[in-house]
């Protein structure tokens, strides 16, 4: 157990829908960085945020926002999604510091739209 | 631009033999390096990493890996096999110039199955 959380484990819904995904950080953990597995697009990087600002931002399209709340927990909010969002979404956390930390990643949600 | 290639979709290996998964990265500079492992239906774990110093890193479950700056390679080891490293490995790399936060470029994976 890498002590990030994810809910829910899997969320199905239909094309054109709004969904939001939330991400526990490990306690201390300052980041909090997103990702989409897909089977076609392997591990992507969407966004990183830091300490509640955004840090670093990856592949995510117009249509994906997140954001990092003052208790450091994260939301990803997927909206107009379409057949091609399916995917497993992980969340990873990893702590602050002058030191090149490893992240630690949760179990994922597993999205399906149909 | 930062990228990492794991050449081999699948790897096979006999249980007891050793294994390799191979690793090659392009960064700007001198790259922070990591290995993952992902188990079916689980999220990644994580492995070892190369950020200085000895270019033979030492991780969990007895796995090493070689970091080779000549041959811009980060190749994952292990002397003998376990069925139960059947797993799905990753490769990622981190610059070191991380102006722009702290961005993590990963392979697209190799899929390793150990044979009884």
């Known amino acids: 157990d890498s002590g990030v959380t994810q809910t829910p484990k899997h969320l199905i819904t239909a094309t054109g829908q709004r969904v939001t995904l939330r991400c526990s950080p490990r306690?201390?953990?300052?980041?909090v960085y997103w990702y989409q597995q897909s089977l076609d697009q392997g591990l992507q990087f969407l966004i990183q945020?830091?300490?509640?600002?955004?840090?670093a931002k990856g592949n995510i399209l117009e249509r994906f926002s997140a954001q990092q709340f003052p208790d450091l927990h994260s939301e990803l909010n997927l909206s107009s999604l379409e057949l091609g969002d399916s995917a497993l979404y992980f969340c990873?956390?990893?702590?602050?510091?002058?030191?090149?930390?490893?992240?630690?990643f949760g179990p994922g949600t597993r999205l399906t739209v149909t | 631009a930062q990228s990492v290639a794991q050449p081999e979709d699948q790897v096979n290996v006999a249980e007891g033999n050793p294994l390799t998964v191979k690793c090659t990265y392009s960064?700007?500079?001198?790259?922070?390096l990591f290995w993952y492992v992902q188990y079916p239906n689980r999220g990644l774990q994580f492995l070892l990493k190369?950020?200085?110093?000895?270019?033979l890193v030492k991780g969990s479950y007895g796995f090493e890996a070689e970091f080779n700056k000549s041959q811009t390679s980060f190749h994952l080891k292990k002397p003998s096999a376990l069925v139960s490293d059947s797993a799905l490995y990753f490769c990622a790399v981190r610059d070191k110039v991380a102006t722009a936060g702290n961005q993590f470029y990963f392979g697209t994976g190799t899929s390793l199955t150990v044979i009884p």
């Open positions: 306690s201390g953990d300052l980041s």
């Open positions: 190369y950020i200085t110093g000895d270019n």
């Open positions: 960064v700007s500079g001198n790259p922070y």
């Open positions: 945020y830091y300490n509640g600002e955004e840090r």
């Open positions: 990873a956390s990893s702590p602050s510091g002058g030191q090149v930390h490893e992240q630690y």
